[in-house]
């Protein structure tokens, strides 16, 4: 059972930018802490980062197909996008938990708004890179329910 664990643009940055706000932990060490946050559920993880809205897009169509679960951290196009809200709420049989890895709501005022929260299962920000291995507990709990 695979979990696709999608990450918007800039991520690819993670541990340059801003450390003082995202931490000096980087992209890599994120996908190790899924891949094994997932592992612990006898889940896998299919990691991936773009700085693109149109590839992100595709990759949240094809998890229909291909994927149980989604985790999203949708970056700036978390407060942007309509086109990635549509694209997963077109997901309707799949948890998807929306993760920000800084508390958004402590942030400035535009930061304050997501387009993906209405539709996400579960959200979680301020918890660091550990949100995702949250999301990832949190995913595995919720196919566990719906195989139960
Ligand atoms: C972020 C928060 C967003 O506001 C920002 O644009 C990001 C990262 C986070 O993980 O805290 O790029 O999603």
Redesign the pocket.
Known sequence: TRVLVLN????NLLGRRQPEI?GTDTLADVEKLCAETAASHGLETDFRQSNHEGQLVDWIQEAREHHAAIVI????Y??TSVAIRDALAACDELPIIE????N?HR?EEF?HHSYVSAIADGVIAGCGIQGYALAVQRVARLLEQREG
Do not use: K, Q
């Open positions: 918007g643009p800039n991520l995202y951290n949708p970056a700036a978390t407060h993760v920000h890895i800084s958004i942030r930061r």
